[in-house]
């Protein structure tokens, strides 16, 4: 069966059999509570370090689509100046960054908040990425098939981030939408270890992709 038929023939979240979801909602609400348990003092010291470097908000909060092209407000660790302007993307060097927030985003601390999103059920803690909604319409416009990966809901990281750089254009967005799919056609609880063995190997080795 292709990629196209699979999907189509698929309704949103039934890409996972029903014992494949018990077992990815088993690990979604473990390890996050875990792990906001365990990253505490990470998150303390970084709200120390944003007080500190640029004044303002804690945290950043942002429209981004999910589960059936449904959108929710995603919580972030504010790594960018408070009214900052520019392009979409985060570019190198970008003057937008203050100081201790490169080593948030390097090691994605700042992505730590969104562990209560997948809590609340608005994401997994493996999925595609939650993109923010002004750039799924612009994707849906230039990438075939891209409204298919909300299929199942986003994930802090995936098979996609840990396998593929930083996206900063239509181009990148349609190769990470192929991990994607193969994430959702492919899944396995052997892959969803995959991924998440890979992520602690990228942020031990600062390797923010």
């Given amino acids: 069966m292709s990629k196209k038929s699979f ?3 698929k309704k949103a979240e039934s890409a996972y059999s029903r014992l494949g979801f018990v077992e990815k909602k088993f690990i979604d609400l473990s390890l996050s509570t875990l792990l906001l348990i365990v990253t505490s003092p990470v998150i303390l010291y970084s709200i120390y370090r944003i007080k500190k470097e ?4 804690i945290l950043f909060t942002q429209s981004r ?5 449904k959108n929710f407000t995603c919580y972030k660790l504010r790594s960018m100046h408070e009214n900052s302007v520019g392009n979409l993307y985060t570019q190198d060097d970008d003057s937008r960054i203050f100081p201790f927030a490169h080593t948030m985003r390097k090691m994605r601390i700042d992505e730590l908040p969104q ?7 608005d994401m997994h803690l493996i999925g595609p990425r939650a993109e923010w909604d002004i750039l799924v319409d612009k994707y849906k416009e230039s990438v075939p098939g891209y409204e298919q990966r909300h299929l199942v809901r986003p994930g802090i990281t995936g098979l996609a981030q840990v396998s593929y ?3 900063k254009n ?3 967005a349609r190769k990470k939408l192929n991990y994607d799919l193969i994430y959702i056609k ?11 063995l ?8 600062k390797k923010g992709l």
């Fill in 7 to 9: 999907l189509k023939s």
């Fill in 170 to 172: 239509s181009y990148d």
């Fill in 198 to 205: 890979k992520t602690i190997q990228v942020v031990l080795g």
């Fill in 65 to 69: 689509v999910g589960l059936n092209g």
């Fill in 186 to 196: 492919k899944w396995s609880f052997g892959l969803e270890l995959m991924v998440i």
């Fill in 54 to 57: 640029s004044p303002g908000a």
């Fill in 115 to 121: 562990l209560w999103n997948v809590i609340k059920g």
């Fill in 165 to 167: 750089p930083y996206g």
